[in-house]
Each structure stands twice: as structure tokens, then as C-alpha cells.
């Protein structure tokens, strides 16, 4: 059953609802919806699951961009509702014409609405019952299709000995269709049945692909007789290749007309190979001859004329006003060749080739439908739409001011406690030193904390950084749980009045099951202020492999109904990169945590926040 359906404006003003239903959504689906999907250019994917507690909905929506109307369907996720898609395109179009942007209340649509629903369930149940039809129908021809041998050594159709009797009075039922032929309702061996030719029978007395005899009786009746030799493919033999006739270009042709499909060759024999090409079909030359140059194309297609492809070849200017000029409204075919260029050039950038066609399909969806400015060309419309978008994905959602954060948490008189984490090898021991000297350039005591057991010489090396930024460290060796030397740092950072509690953790793989648990148990049982995740600028693909599996370990392996995901990004190495920067945009968009810091040398000043407008400028350049 259907919970919600929501009109509303881009700008969020709600033009209409289903008052009808009278459900009460629990939780907030749509500004979840808005949120985590639509604000971050997910609006490619084809529906939106919220899970909460006790409520568990799936949304799908529809946009209508000319007008800037956005469309929601709300239901139960345990439903599978065939109808929604369809209902969204016809509400659709029925608000569309009596939308008005003057108007804030649409009480009438109320009756229209109940028509459409109930057109668009009959028309599911209408296809669920084909649906279930058709399967008997299927395995039922299967059965008929299936022969067996009978007693005399032929082939006969199971049920035809149950049914012969009442057939044989039946004159529809005298000739029975089988696989290879025609039966006139006695059971005939296979070397007996006539052969078919393209789905007809063949009645001729040889049994090759056309009637020889017959041609040489034409033959001898004259040569007007040949005309009614059919030139069809119907005379070619099955598996006999078919096979062309090479062109001899010379001063003086032969031949007048260049007329392949004649069935009479140069020295009088028949052609076995005769093929009737239809009027506008391509042949294999055809399609060849159109990956040719620009310049013999131009020459051998006319202005205003089907090309071989089938579509409107138009001259010089025609096309390229076509593709400056405004347009009644945008299609997806106008809008493929441009975002199949920008798919590629962000792939060249690092971009994962997951993300960048996700990130196409959204912004395809929202100019579709769209009308083209006059002497707007539609590749820099699409580079516009692009770049809005990242600027989005990029921009933090929430504001995350660590210095701010640490003054509140110092006012409650506790530690700000931050936790580092990753996979191995990609410097988290040495940017959290890095961010450690940056917290004492703004007057703030740190404490690091040596949660790294795993690793040999972890320990050692968050030592000589503590011992170079002469900050505090808290250490119990290795072969510790992590989680408890976590939790008694952070107490002794409450004794000896330290602000943040830096604690630096082991690397682990994504597919690490008992360090992934570990990790889990940390952060749920601390309850850190923020949890960096620092990944390598240098990743591509795996950026989104990492980041989607660090959260969904961290989700599965939390106690609680509301699991601590990662909440900010560093990313190392971004001196290394050029301008190769696609891996952080792949990770906020998977994760929607923005990147905090980047990594861009080996002392520890070298280290900066990431600058939204750059980044968008060089991915797209």
C-alpha cells in the first residue's frame, strides 16, 4: 500500500499531498531523501531505502526540471509495489497542466489523483496476470513442442494418441503442424516430411534449397520466363554462404547498370546466390562505408536526406545552429556525446569509474526536460550542471570547526577525542603528529595516545613525535586491547587537564574481519568526538571499496541502533598526485564526509584544508 506522495518545488514549498491515505510516516524519510540523496547528487539511483526504528520505507521519485517540481512516492520497503513508476509519470504529466506557479494549494487534484491510482494498480494487476498466464501458456507449448517415437518407428506429438479420434472428425485438425514440417495427421517418419523453407512448405520434388527442374523449364520456355523467378532469400540454400561479386571499375564497363540482384550471370549459368536487398536496409558495405572520412561522407549524402544510419543528414550550418540553439527541450540522446566526454575526463582525473557514471546519470536526470537557451551550446550547458554538482558532493554538509568543537568540550571540562584510522601504509602516525602541531599553533594541549598494538614499532615511532612536538604520549606497549588503552588515555588526559586525545590506531584492511571488530569495539566503547579516516590521494577504484566497507563494518559490528561512521577525511600524499585529485571526490561521494585535510609534504607544516572551487576546477579542466 502507498504511504506518502509529496509535491513539492526544489526550493522545498510543498504544493500537494495524498490526503487520503492518511498515514503518518514514521521518522523523516523525505528529509532524509533530500539530505542523503537528492542534496548530493544521488538522484541517478532508481529508488532511496530509509531504515529507522520501526519504520523501514522505500522511496522513489520523479522530476519534472522545466517547471523545478519534484515528485515522491513513499511505501512500506516489505512491498514491492508494481504500480508506483508508472503512477509518478501520470501524475506527472496531469500536475504539469494545471500547475501554476501563483498557486500554493491544490485541493482539486485530490479526485484526479484517485483516477490515476486506480488506472495505474489495474494496469499492474493487468500485467500480473499476463505474467502468470503466459508462464502455463510456455510450459504447455513446451510439452506439445516435446515428440516421441511411436510404435511403427515414426515421430509423433505426445497427446496425439489421446486425441486422434475426436481430430480425425475435425477437418482443422487433419494436417498437424510439427517441428520439421507438416503431417496430414498420420505419423510420418523424419526422411519423409517435406522440407520448409523460411517457415513454408516446400512441395516441390527435390528436396535442395529451390525447384532445379522448374528453373530449366523457364529456362526453355525463354528468357521473359525468368522475370517470374523469385528473387528472394527464400532460394538460398541454408548453410551456403552467401557470397558477393567483385566490382571491376575500368574506363568501359560492361554493364550499363549496376544491378547485382540479376539472376542470370555474365556467361548465361544461373546464380545460385541471388539476394534481394530491401529498399533502405544496410548492408555490411554500408556500415563500413560509414566510419569513412568526413569529406566522402559530406560528398556522398545530401543535405536533408536519410543517412545509412537512418537519420536526418543535415548540412554544415543546419547542424551547428542545431547544436547551439535553443531547443524545445533537452532529451537524454542530446545530452550522451557530452556526458560520455565528461565520464571520461573524470576518469582520467582518478575519478572511480562507478562514481563518475553515477555522477552523470544524476545530472542527466536533472536537465532532461530542460529548454536550451538560444545560441547555448549543450556541452557547456552540461560542463555548468557538472560543476554545480561537485561543488555540492565537496562541500561539507555539516560544519565541522575542530577549534570550535574543542573550546565546547573544554568548557564541559572533558577532552575532545579524536581517532585516526585507515589501512596500512597510508601515514596515519605521521599526519596525526602533523595535526597535532597544528593544534598547538592555535594554544591547545594535545595528548597522543599509542593505540597501535598490532605493528611493531608503532609505538616507537608516535614516540619520537611526541618527543619532537614535546607533547604528552600514552603508551602500554603491545599485544594490548586497544580499546581499553584508548579509554584509560582518555581519563588521564581528564587528570592532567590536556584538551585532545589524538589516538592513532593500527592500519587494517577493509576485509580485515578481527581488526575491523577491534575497531568497532574502540569507538563504541569511547565514543570519540571525530573519527578521521586517512586514505591516499594516489587510489582510484579502491577508494570506494575502502571507504563503503570501513562504514559498513562499523555499522554491522555496532551495538547501537544509531552506529558512529567516519566523520571527516584526510588525505596523504596530495603533493604526489598532479592534478589527479579524482580520489576525493570518490570518497565523499561514497561516504558524504568531507575531506578535512590534505596531506601535501613530509614536514609538519605540510599539511592543508582542501579548497572546494580548486578541485572542481581541475577535475573538470
Known amino acids: 500500500m502507498l504511504e506518502q506522495l509529496l509535491i513539492f518545488t526544489r526550493g522545498g514549498l510543498i504544493l500537494w499531498t495524498c490526503n487520503e491515505l492518511g498515514n503518518a510516516l514514521r521518522g523523516s524519510p523525505i528529509d532524509t531523501l533530500i539530505r542523503s540523496c537528492l542534496l548530493e547528487e544521488r538522484s541517478g539511483a532508481a529508488s532511496y531505502n530509509y531504515d529507522a526504528p520501526g519504520a523501514a520505507y522505500t522511496l522513489k521519485w520523479t522530476f519534472h526540471n522545466e517547471l523545478g517540481l519534484v515528485f515522491v512516492a513513499v511505501y512500506q520497503k516489505i512491498l514491492h509495489l508494481l504500480y508506483v513508476d508508472d503512477l509518478l509519470a501520470m501524475v506527472k504529466r496531469e500536475f504539469s497542466e494545471i500547475y501554476d506557479p501563483t498557486r500554493t494549494v491544490y485541493d482539486d487534484f485530490d479526485d484526479i489523483f484517485r483516477q490515476l ?70 505419423h510420418v517418419g523424419v526422411d519423409k516430411l517435406p522440407p520448409v523453407v523460411n517457415g513454408k512448405k516446400d512441395e516441390s520434388p527435390n528436396n535442395g534449397a529451390f525447384n532445379v527442374n522448374k528453373l530449366q523449364k523457364l529456362r526453355q520456355k525463354g528468357s521473359k520466363k525468368i522475370d517470374t523467378v523469385p528473387k528472394k532469400s527464400s532460394i538460398i540454400e541454408p548453410n551456403k554462404k552467401v557470397t558477393k561479386k567483385n566490382r571491376v571499375w575500368d574506363d568501359s564497363p560492361k554493364e550499363k547498370k549496376l544491378d547485382f540482384t540479376d539472376p542470370m ?75 560520455k566526454a565528461l565520464k571520461d575526463r573524470l ?204 562504514n559498513q563494518k562499523l555499522a554491522d559490528l555496532s551495538a547501537s541502533p544509531n552506529p558512529r561512521l567516519i566523520d571527516g577525511i584526510l588525505l596523504t600524499k596530495f603533493d604526489t598526485i598532479d592534478d589527479k585529485v579524482g580520489a576525493a571526490l570518490s570518497m565523499v561521494y561514497v561516504s558524504g564526509a568531507p575531506v578535512m585535510f590534505v596531506g601535501c609534504g613530509q614536514s609538519y607544516t605540510d599539511m592543508k584544508k582542501l579548497n572546494v572551487k580548486s578541485i572542481v576546477k581541475t577535475l573538470l579542466k
Not at 554544415?316 to 527541450?329: E, H, R, Y
Request: a negative charge; hydrophobic letters at 35%.
Open 265 to 339: 550471370t555474365e556467361n548465361g549459368n544461373e546464380s545460385i546466390t541471388v539476394v534481394e536487398v530491401d529498399q533502405g536496409e544496410s548492408s555490411m558495405m554500408d556500415k563500413e562505408e560509414t566510419f569513412s572520412s568526413d569529406s566522402e561522407s559530406e560528398e556522398e549524402e545530401e543535405p536533408g536526406k536519410e543517412n545509412k544510419a537512418g537519420t536526418k543528414k543535415t548540412g554544415w550550418f543546419s547542424s551547428m545552429f542545431q547544436s547551439i540553439a535553443g531547443k524545445a527541450s533537452l532529451d537524454k540522446a542530446d545530452l550522451e556525446p557530452a556526458l
Open 347 to 550: 576518469m582520467t582525473k582518478n575519478v572511480a569509474e562507478e562514481i563518475a557514471e553515477k555522477l552523470c546519470e544524476s545530472v542527466a536526470i536533472s536537465l532532461e526536460g530542460k529548454k536550451l537557451g538560444s545560441f547555448t551550446r549543450i556541452s557547456s550547458t552540461v560542463q555548468v550542471a557538472m560543476e554545480e554538482a561537485l561543488v555540492r558532493i565537496l562541500t561539507p554538509k555539516r560544519s565541522i570547526d575542530i577549534l570550535r568543537e574543542v573550546h565546547a568540550a573544554k568548557e564541559h571540562r572533558k577532552p575532545y577525542v579524536v581517532v585516526f584510522v585507515g589501512v596500512n601504509g597510508v601515514g596515519k602516525s605521521t599526519n596525526l603528529a602533523k595535526v597535532a602541531y597544528w593544534l598547538l599553533q592555535h594554544d591547545i594541549k594535545v595528548m597522543m595516545a599509542a593505540c597501535d598494538t598490532f605493528r611493531s614499532g608503532a609505538v616507537e615511532q608516535l614516540r619520537t613525535h611526541a618527543r619532537r612536538l614535546q607533547i604528552p604520549i600514552f603508551e602500554k606497549g603491545y599485544e594490548k586491547d586497544p580499546a581499553i588503552v584508548a579509554k584509560e588515555a582518555i581519563q588521564e588526559a581528564t587528570h592532567n587537564g590536556s584538551d585532545v586525545v589524538l589516538v592513532d590506531t593500527a592500519g587494517r584492511m577493509q576485509d580485515n574481519e578481527p581488526l575491523m571488530r577491534a575497531l568497532s569495539k574502540l569507538i563504541n566503547l569511547n565514543s570519540p568526538d571525530l573519527v578521521l579516516f586517512v586514505g591516499e590521494a594516489l587510489v582510484g577504484n579502491d577508494a570506494v571499496d575502502q571507504l563503503s566497507k570501513f
Open 117 to 186: 491510482k486506480k488506472e495505474a494498480e489495474a494496469r499492474a494487476e493487468e500485467m500480473k496476470k499476463s505474467k502468470q498466464i503466459s508462464k502455463p501458456v510456455n510450459n504447455l507449448a513446451k510439452k506439445q513442442g516435446q515428440v516421441q517415437k511411436s510404435s511403427t518407428g515414426g515421430i509423433a506429438r505426445k497427446g496425439d494418441s489421446e486425441s486422434g479420434s475426436d481430430g480425425a472428425d475435425d477437418e482443422n485438425l487433419k494436417v498437424k503442424k510439427i517441428e520439421n514440417g507438416y503431417t496430414n495427421g498420420n
